[in-house]
């Protein structure tokens, strides 16, 4: 079975950065599309950035302009640099793969039941 482990989070200041990684293993890596993932306390999991085998990406609207996703294919990794982040960003954040429909239809739907299995996230928390 893949394992997914995330790691990067911690505490940060509105309007600082952070660097989430997900280290996936599995020799298909590079074929797979990937989505990082969030949950907010008592709100549902939500998919915030996606990436594509073939390399587009696109994100949900509340993290426009500020999140950027990307992947190295050659560490069977996945990225997810965090800029001027807000409270709101305050969350557990997962990778995992991602349904292909997502990447165009996924936004603000919950995500939960996308996958049987989930790491175990890293958690984020944003101070005002």
């Known amino acids: 079975q893949v394992q997914l482990v995330e790691s990067g989070g911690g505490l940060v200041q509105a309007g600082g950065s952070l660097r989430l990684s997900c280290a996936a293993s599995g020799s298909t890596f590079s074929t797979k599309d990937m989505g990082w993932y969030r949950q907010a306390p008592g709100k549902q999991r939500e998919l915030v950035a996606a990436?594509?085998?073939?390399?587009?990406?696109n994100y949900a609207e509340s993290v426009k302009g500020r999140f950027t996703i990307s992947r190295d294919n050659a560490k069977n990794t996945v990225y997810l640099q965090m800029n001027s982040l807000k409270p709101e960003d305050t969350a557990v954040y997962y990778c995992?793969?991602?349904?292909?429909?997502?990447?165009?239809?996924?936004?603000?739907?919950?995500?939960?039941?996308?996958?049987?299995?989930w790491g175990q996230g890293t958690q984020v928390t944003v101070s005002s």
């Open positions: 990436i594509i085998s073939a390399g587009s990406r």
């Open positions: 995992n793969f991602l349904p292909l429909a997502a990447f165009f239809t996924g936004w603000g739907k919950s995500a939960q039941s996308w996958f049987d299995y």
